[in-house]
T-cell receptor, first 111, second 118 residues
Framework: DTGVSQNPRHKITKRGQNVTFRCDPISEHNRLYWYRQTLGQGPEFLTYFQNEAQLEKSRLLSDRFSAERPKGSFSTLEIQRTEQGDSAMYLC?????????FGEGSRLTVL | AQTVTQSQPEMSVQEAETVTLSCTYDTSENNYYLFWYKQPPSRQMILVIRQEAYKQQNATENRFSVNFQKAAKSFSLKISDSQLGDTAMYFCASYTLNSGGSNYKLTFGKGTLLTVNP
């Protein structure tokens, strides 16, 4: 399968715990994006990588959030000291040109 | 900043009929792209159709077509011969370079939930 892969698909955690999501993009894609989607809303941009460089971060990305893309391949999104407001679907997408290809998302539930 | 507005939270259509989903956008850029993405229930988002802003001709992909009105900043999606499998959230999105000229970002509307009834 050469699509965008995200793991875990669903994570339930207690408030205050740290969580990490992983995204494996389509192999030849140099751009990688993280979006957050809450129920009934459109995806909101969080951050964007071109190769290993993180080129833009949204104001939505508080200092509890950190994203990395070592070696320009897979990416991780870590949320420290989770809060109930962090409950959402976290979408990863990759691209080479204009079209973004999305993964199935990682759903976070913070209790 | 880019904004994308979808004013129809929900719509429904009978199977085999035609439906049009509305979208307006706002951007100060001249070079941009517009997209409609489909997100079926509990499934990943997939691209339905794409329009380059510099092209005057409306894009068409099989049963899906757009009405791109650049001056009005309007980008509606028409689905002909609706099928049950078209039931999904539909998101309008715009894609431009940021002000620095090097970063690309997709901005989404809030979506329209389309239900196709048998």
């Amino acid at each position: 399968d050469t699509g965008v892969s995200q793991n875990p698909r669903h994570k339930i955690t207690k408030r205050g715990q740290n969580v990490t999501f992983r995204c494996d993009p389509i192999s030849e894609h140099n751009r990688l994006y993280w979006y957050r989607q809450t129920l009934g809303q459109g995806p909101e941009f969080l951050t964007y990588f071109q190769n290993e460089a993180q080129l833009e971060k949204s104001r939505l990305l508080s200092d509890r959030f950190s994203a990395e893309r070592p070696k320009g391949s897979f990416s991780t999104l870590e949320i420290q000291r989770t809060e109930q407001g962090d409950s959402a679907m976290y979408l990863c997408a990759s691209s080479f040109a204009r079209e973004l290809f999305f993964g199935e998302g990682s759903r976070l539930t913070v209790l | 900043a880019q904004t994308v507005t979808q004013s129809q939270p929900e719509m429904s259509v009978q199977e085999a009929e035609t439906v049009t989903l509305s979208c307006t956008y706002d951007t100060s850029e001249n070079n941009y792209y517009l997209f409609w993405y489909k997100q079926p229930p509990s499934r990943q988002m997939i691209l339905v159709i794409r329009q380059e802003a510099y092209k005057q001709q409306n894009a068409t992909e099989n049963r899906f077509s757009v009405n791109f009105q650049k001056a009005a900043k309007s980008f509606s999606l028409k689905i002909s011969d609706s099928q049950l499998g078209d039931t999904a959230m539909y998101f309008c999105a715009s894609y431009t370079l940021n002000s620095g000229g090097s970063n690309y970002k997709l901005t989404f509307g809030k979506g329209t939930l389309l239900t196709v009834n048998p």
